[in-house]
């Protein structure tokens, strides 16, 4: 079955970084665009960043542009979201998902029904 499972999360200082990664397994990886989605405390899913399959497209949200990074290694199955300059408002619990196309435009990576799987998330707190 599809599996998704992040790690990486954590706790980190206004300024501070952290790299998320998530590992997928049950199909196969190269063919479907990625996803970083994230919830904060009370607030609905909120899309984050994007890629497509070959990993040469990627999108983000603009309070996130120049800071976060996203990015893929087809051969390990894996996606990253390098985070950097961390605010208290990248405060949520960070979900990697699967996209049912292999190279979405922008509005369709936006739209939260169009993923088919979904890691467990991982808490990112970023606090003093």
């Known amino acids: 079955q599809v599996q998704l499972v992040e790690s990486g999360g954590g706790l980190a200082q206004p300024g501070g970084s952290l790299r998320l990664s998530c590992v997928a397994s049950g199909f196969t990886f190269g063919h479907y665009a990625m996803s970083w989605v994230r919830q904060a405390p009370g607030k609905e899913l909120e899309w984050v960043s994007g890629?497509?399959?070959?990993?040469?497209?990627?999108y983000y949200i603009d309070s996130v542009k120049g800071r976060f990074t996203i990015s893929r290694d087809n051969a390990l199955n894996t996606v990253y979201l390098q985070m950097r300059s961390l605010k208290p408002e990248d405060t949520a619990r960070y979900y990697c998902?699967?996209?049912?196309?292999?190279?979405?435009?922008?509005?369709?990576?936006?739209?939260?029904?169009?993923?088919?799987?979904w890691g467990q998330g991982i808490e990112v707190t970023v606090s003093a």
């Open positions: 890629l497509v399959s070959t990993g040469t497209a990627t």
């Open positions: 998902a699967k996209s049912v196309f292999p190279f979405p435009a922008l509005e369709l990576f936006r739209r939260i029904e169009e993923y088919d799987a």
